[in-house]
């Protein structure tokens, strides 16, 4: 078992910078792939961005590339968003997702385990 716990989120002006911290529990957590996904209101759950177990590899959304920088402290069991340059169009609850199906196309699993979320809003 693995239990997700986000921080990180509040409210930006855009142009602004936050970094997201997603806490994991569970002794499995530093073998898996993680990833950030994020919903708006009236809207789906969409991907941002995933990391390799080992954080050597790394995928984004077209939407957050050269803004969005994930990364992963294994010792500390602990994956990070640095999100800078922030827009209105980023505003969302952020979820933090592990063990999932790594490679250019993220997939989750049956098995995937989720965070209960961390709102972010960017203001114009």
């Known amino acids: 078992q693995v239990q997700l716990v986000e921080s990180g989120g509040g409210l930006v002006q855009a142009g602004g910078s936050l970094r997201l911290s997603c806490a994991a529990s569970?002794?499995?957590?530093?073998?898996?792939?993680v990833g950030w996904f994020r919903q708006a209101p009236g809207k789906e759950r969409k991907f941002v961005s995933a990391?390799?177990?080992?954080?050597?590899?790394?995928y984004y959304a077209d939407s957050v590339k050269g803004r969005f920088t994930i990364s992963r402290d294994n010792a500390k069991n602990t994956v990070y968003l640095q999100m800078n340059s922030l827009k209105p169009e980023d505003t969302a609850v952020y979820y933090c997702?592990?063990?999932?199906?790594?490679?250019?196309?993220?997939?989750?699993?049956?098995?995937?385990?989720w965070g209960q979320g961390t709102q972010v809003t960017v203001s114009s």
């Open positions: 997702a592990a063990d999932l199906v790594f490679g250019p196309h993220i997939r989750i699993k049956d098995s995937t385990y």
């Open positions: 990391i390799s177990w080992s954080g050597g590899s790394t």
């Open positions: 569970g002794r499995t957590f530093s073998s898996l792939a």
